[in-house]
């Protein structure tokens, strides 16, 4: 009896979930190459451009899109482990914190807010220790991109108090 035709083979099914990143894979790098499409060349003699490098993150994106699909199909894809929602949820309120408020705050405080909620969620317990510390770098990473480096920043009233 060969190994095929054993009761304990069984038929694997198509992982769906997989096919469903396939999917987004194919969806991203078709954005992608038709960005890449429209972007305007600088020099007509020279086959290195604007799009070259979008192009070719497309290519990679379509690829692994193949190589996904090709596993799903198979169903050779791992069991996953069950996912932990309390802490994506606290990494997103900490996205959300920043966006609401990056205008208002500055990028000190609302980096810092992030910077805490996200290691609540990765496990750090102690917001009153993170949220500090997240404040005190990402105040030092607004005065190297603010005052050494010359870029635009959103600054808030911590900013302003020192600068």
Wanted: with cysteine; hydrophobic share 55%; net charge neutral.
């Amino acid at each position: 009896m060969s190994e095929g035709n054993t009761p304990s083979a069984t038929k694997r099914r198509p992982d769906w979930a997989a096919l469903v990143i396939a999917v987004f894979l194919f969806a991203i790098a078709a954005v992608m190459f038709w960005d890449a499409s429209h972007l305007s060349t600088i020099a007509q003699y020279d086959r290195i451009g604007p799009s070259t490098v979008p192009e070719f993150v497309a290519f990679g994106l379509a690829v692994l899109g193949l190589w996904t699909l090709a596993e799903a199909w198979r169903g050779e894809f791992p069991e996953r482990e069950k996912q932990e929602v309390p802490p994506v949820l606290w990494v997103v309120a900490g996205l959300a914190c920043q966006m609401i408020f990056l205008r208002t705050a500055g990028f000190s405080i609302a980096t810092g807010l992030l910077f805490g909620l996200t290691a609540r969620g990765f496990g750090k317990r102690q917001l009153w220790i993170s949220i500090p510390v997240g404040i005190v770098l990402s105040f030092i990473v607004w005065m190297i991109f603010s005052k050494l480096l010359q870029l635009t920043l959103p600054a808030g009233w911590l900013e302003h108090l020192f600068f």
